[in-house]
């Protein structure tokens, strides 16, 4: 994932994302419409969020219950070294593991949290016996199994993008 590039955005630039984020199928015509701008400057305007990296992809939440049963854990990972490359050999290797749906690199006591989802606890067992048999650097884990889910929406980020420092003078 590219970090994306500070651009000032303003009002019209947060309500296209607020709107796209709430309803990634809504078409062009309606999404113009909807932040009053005519479809020629509202396609402008999301091919720069686009080209800037404030908007990654397009895509569907869906279920996993749909085709298999699932449980999905939580992995807090420690390191047993903490130089780059070891950093680096473990995040890379983690593009080997479809089940690891998310990884995030944290501060304060332990080095990343993971989501993992997979059929079972003896699959989640399987997987964690692989990761460590890849000597990947893991020295420690420990383990939370999801038993519902309270809250789910996509990442938002639109709180921070209305800081001064982002939005254009006037907004």
């Avoid at 651009?7 to 709107?19: G, N, P, Q, T, W």
């Avoid at 078409?27 to 080209?51: F, G, H, M, Y």
């Avoid at 049963?69 to 780059?84: D, I, N, R």
């Avoid at 593991?97 to 990884?103: L, T, W």
Wanted: hydrophobic share 40%.
């Amino acid at each position: 994932m590219k970090k994306p590039q500070a651009i000032k955005l303003d009002a019209r630039d947060i309500k296209i994302l607020s709107i796209l984020q709430n309803e990634g199928r809504i078409t062009k015509a309606a999404l113009a419409q909807r932040v009053n701008l005519s479809q020629s400057p509202c396609w402008e305007r999301l091919k720069r969020l686009e080209k800037a990296g404030i908007i990654e992809g397009y895509g569907a939440r869906i279920s996993p219950l749909v085709f298999k049963p699932s449980t999905m854990f939580f992995m807090q990972a420690e390191l047993s070294s903490h130089k780059a490359e070891d950093f680096a050999l473990f995040e890379n290797a983690l593009d080997d593991y479809d089940e690891i749906e998310a990884c995030w690199a944290v501060g304060g006591g332990i080095d990343y949290l993971l989501s993992i989802s997979v059929a079972d606890v003896d699959a989640y067992q399987r997987l964690v016996d692989q990761i460590l048999d890849a000597e990947i650097g893991l020295k420690r884990y420990y383990t939370y199994v999801v038993t519902k889910t309270v809250k789910q929406k996509a990442a938002s980020g639109l709180s921070q993008a209305l800081a001064s420092e982002y939005l254009a003078d006037g907004s």
